[in-house]
Structures are given as structure tokens and as C-alpha cells.
């Protein structure tokens, strides 16, 4: 899976209050979307935790004898 990047291209100049409020607004909205989506959250990552991870699996190197 690869992560979508959120990039700002050009964003707009913000007073610091303006820039406060929106940051105020976003966490209120990831929030009220944890608080709805709560348990699927929490069903989704505890089926990725019971799969094993492999941290050599990224690598297909020839150990060296």
C-alpha cells in the first residue's frame, strides 16, 4: 500500500489567529470522525496487528557466507 501525500502547492497567507482556528477545527473534525468511526478504526488495526511482520521481508539480499 502507498500513502497518499498531501502537499500544498500554494496555500494562502493566514493570520495566526485564522491559522489557530483552522488547526482548532480540523482536531474537532478528526475527533467527531474517531468518535463515529470508532470501532471500525479500532477493528482495522487490531486485524493488521494479529498478521506477522517480517522486518527482513523488504529485503532479498544474499547473505553474505
Known amino acids: 500500500m502507498n500513502p497518499l501525500q498531501l502537499m500544498f502547492i500554494d496555500p494562502p497567507q493566514l493570520s495566526d489567529e485564522t491559522a489557530s482556528e483552522v ?22 488495526y487490531a486485524s493488521r496487528a494479529s498478521t506477522p511482520f517480517d522486518v527482513m521481508d523488504e529485503f532479498n539480499d544474499e547473505l553474505p557466507l
Open 23 to 44: 488547526l482548532d477545527f480540523l482536531y474537532e473534525l478528526s475527533n467527531a470522525f474517531e468518535d463515529h468511526y470508532g470501532n471500525q478504526l479500532r477493528q482495522y
